[in-house]
Nanobody, 120 residues
Framework: VQLVESGGGSVQAGGSLRLSCVASGYVDDIMCMAWFRQEPGTGREGVATIYTGGEDTYYADSVKGRAIISQDNATNTVYLQLNTLKPEDTATYYC???????????????WGQGTQVTVS
C-alpha cells in the first residue's frame, strides 16, 4: 500500500487547509485511515481516524470541533479539513492506513511521506 499526501502549506492563524491522501496498491485489507502529526523532536500525535467501512470517526481533543476527516472510497482518498488553525497546529502531517481505527501510531502499518503545515 502506498500513501501520498498533498495539501499542506503556510497559512495564517484562523485560516483553513484541506489535506488529501490517496491510497494505492493492495487496499482491500485496509480498514481504517488516519492522520497523524509530528513536530521535530516529538512523537507522532494522532489527529483523526476514520473507519473505511462506514463513517465512524475519532478525533484528538486538540482538534475536536476544528477538524473533519472524510473519505471518498471510489478514489481511495481520505481528507482532513482543518479549520480555525492555530500556531500550535504547525507540524508535518502524515497519512496512515491500518486495520484498527485508532489514534495510536502503533496500530498502523502504512505511512505516507508527510506534508508540512505551517501556521503563523
Amino acid at each position: 500500500v502506498q500513501l501520498v499526501e498533498s495539501g499542506g502549506g503556510s497559512v495564517q492563524a484562523g485560516g483553513s487547509l484541506r489535506l488529501s491522501c490517496v491510497a494505492s496498491g493492495y487496499v482491500d485489507d485496509i480498514m481504517c485511515m488516519a492522520w497523524f502529526r509530528q513536530e521535530p523532536g516529538t512523537g507522532r500525535e494522532g489527529v483523526a481516524t476514520i473507519y473505511t467501512g462506514g463513517e465512524d470517526t475519532y478525533y484528538a481533543d486538540s482538534v475536536k470541533g476544528r477538524a473533519i476527516i472524510s473519505q471518498d472510497n471510489a478514489t481511495n482518498t481520505v481528507y482532513l479539513q482543518l479549520n480555525t488553525l492555530k500556531p500550535e497546529d504547525t507540524a508535518t502531517y502524515y497519512c496512515a492506513a491500518g486495520t484498527l481505527p485508532s489514534l495510536n501510531s502503533a496500530h498502523f502499518d502504512y505511512w505516507g511521506q508527510g506534508t508540512q503545515v505551517t501556521v503563523s
